[in-house]
């Protein structure tokens, strides 16, 4: 595959042309803006297909799914709530701050309020210790019931966003009914969280890490967390420093952001690059038995591949926040990101069109609904290089409406959005 560069010229609403998309990187960068953007979605493809950077598509995506119901009445102990219904209440969020209509506060409430509703401690199920906890269980392959990390921290990121999004909102906050909500969220969202304070580790070096812990009743235990994952919770904690005010939720964020970034590195076209695991982790240098690490994995050789393009933009939603309170990251790392994507992860097709890499570096299988569907939340890079945005509206509108997972292609939909309307998420920018 032919590594397939950007170009950096301004925004419109039409998409660059094969000539553009293939001129060399070398042309130089134009100055970037943040937001506005300077583009408008149209309401359909030139080529008569779905655009999906605009209402209409996205509406009907949510209604395909399931009458825009989501997956809120799913069987709540499966992976779909996490990685699924997570997504959708994400893009809710993302679509109010696209078009400010509290059509989308009114979604994002109804499915939220929801999954609340099906906390273990609301059903009075437990996990494997017991515990009935104010968190979502897991069960399915009939293993022992256990509190996934990732599953807390996805499902609780929208509703603290929700929670920013109406109180920084004055006509959102003005209202009795959703005023209510943010303490609602802020104390469920605290509550869930600290499920997971058994899974905090202070490492050698004095800062902390999400690990799963030693005889925890899945392989691997006893080692450290993936980034996207703490990540996520990251983001929570960001969050929730916002709008507690706590100093824990800031230095637990500033932790988890400090030791991803000594992380990254700047490679030959600019972008930032990372790993799936840290490279200071068991997970990263693997064990042997002798190590004692693990009883589920008594060894492994260590995984040492690079992130793929399906996790990296959970990350990249912490970086974006860090970006926009002025910690950790600066507009340049932004950019090198917008660089990563656009540089590395985005190939050509045997046709000369733009498809992904499944690895953010460029390598690994490209191409097909796995790889193309995880493009599209990416598009939250459109304020730092407008070719994301072309990129991943190309890519989405080629494949069309989607027939599974289509929550991927909701969320994209959102960010895509969001660009188009030259809308600024909330808070575009805040101290902490």
Do not use: C
């Not at 397939?4 to 970037?32: H, I, K, N, Q």
């Not at 004692?292 to 912490?318: K, T, Y």
């Not at 860090?322 to 990101?337: I, N, P, S, T, Y």
């Not at 299988?365 to 994301?388: H, K």
């Amino acid at each position: 595959m032919k590594n397939y560069f950007s170009t950096e010229t301004p925004l419109s609403s039409s998409p660059p042309s094969r000539r553009d998309f293939l001129r060399s990187a070398a042309v130089g960068a134009a100055a970037l803006t943040l937001w506005p953007l300077g583009l408008r979605g149209r309401d359909s493809a030139a080529d008569g297909k779905p655009d999906f950077a605009t209402r209409e598509v996205f509406d009907r995506i949510d209604h395909s799914i399931n009458g825009g119901d989501g997956y809120k009445h799913d069987n709540p102990e499966t992976s779909l709530l996490f990685w699924g219904q997570s997504y959708i209440m994400e893009a809710y969020n993302v679509m109010y701050e696209a078009y400010r209509d509290s059509y989308y506060i009114e979604k994002v409430i109804d499915h939220i309020d929801h999954v609340l509703a099906i906390r273990d401690s609301e059903r009075g199920v437990t996990d494997y210790r017991g515990l009935s906890t104010p968190a979502w269980r897991i069960s399915d392959r009939g293993l022992a019931p256990f509190i996934p990390f990732v599953g807390t921290a996805m499902l609780v990121y929208p509703m603290v966003h929700a929670a920013r999004i109406i109180r920084e909102t004055p006509e959102l906050n003005a209202n009795p009914k959703y005023r209510a909500k943010v303490d609602q969220y802020i104390e469920a969202a605290e509550k869930a969280v600290a499920v997971h304070e058994f899974q905090w580790k202070i490492l050698e070096d004095g800062n902390g890490w999400y690990v799963r812990p030693k005889g925890f009743p899945r392989d691997y235990d006893g080692i450290e967390k993936q980034f996207n994952m703490v990540l996520r919770m990251g983001m929570v904690h960001l969050q929730l420093a916002a709008l507690t005010g706590k100093a824990e939720h800031l230095d637990r964020a500033l932790q988890i952001g400090r030791r991803w970034k000594e992380d990254l590195w700047v490679d030959q076209n600019d972008g930032l690059l990372w790993h799936y695991h840290w490279t200071g982790s068991r997970a990263f240098r693997g064990w042997t038995v002798q190590d004692g690490v693990s009883e589920n994995s008594p060894d492994f050789s260590g995984n040492q591949r690079m992130e793929d393009i399906s996790h990296g933009h959970v990350s990249l939603g912490f970086a974006e926040l860090a970006f926009r309170h002025g910690l950790l990251f600066d507009k340049e790392d932004m950019q090198r990101f917008a660089n990563t994507f656009n540089r590395n992860a985005t190939v050509q097709n045997a046709d000369g069109q733009p498809t992904m890499s499944w690895f953010i570096d460029g390598s690994g299988e490209a191409g097909g609904a796995r790889v193309e569907m995880s493009a599209g939340p990416w598009a939250r890079l459109a304020p730092f290089n407008q070719q994301v945005f072309h990129t991943v509206r190309e890519i989405h509108n080629r494949f069309g409406f989607p027939r599974s997972r289509a929550h991927l292609m909701l969320v994209g939909s959102a960010y895509l959005n969001r660009a188009a309307q030259n809308a600024s998420p909330i808070p575009e920018s805040a101290k902490l």
